[in-house]
């Protein structure tokens, strides 16, 4: 029997049209580990983990966190978006910030 979190998972690494495997090299995990978030009843699972898996699905770690949650939100969209310009290098933030501008001008 599966979680929330663990339907989640599965769902968006199907949406993506990840394998178990692509999923686990993508987030610094094993197959095996994947395959227990989306079927094991208990699982913890640390926060660089959802974090991680989080980035790459583009979506919250909110939004994977909270049962209540069956889609993700423009809102929840947005802040995984902004986490991730965030977490650019400031050169490519530079080369972001002007691409916008250039994009802006029109």
Known sequence: MS????????????????TLDELAQKTDSSKSYIWELENRPVVRPS??????????????????????????T???ADKAFFRRIGQLDPAKRAQLEKFLKAIDDD
Request: hydrophobic residues 30%.
């Open 3 to 18: 979680t929330p979190l663990g339907d989640k998972i599965r769902s968006e690494r199907k949406r993506l049209k990840l």
């Open 47 to 72: 926060a660089d983990k959802i974090s991680k898996i989080a980035d790459v699905f583009g979506v919250t770690v909110e939004y994977l966190l909270d049962d209540e949650k069956q889609t993700p």
């Open 74 to 76: 423009e809102s929840d």
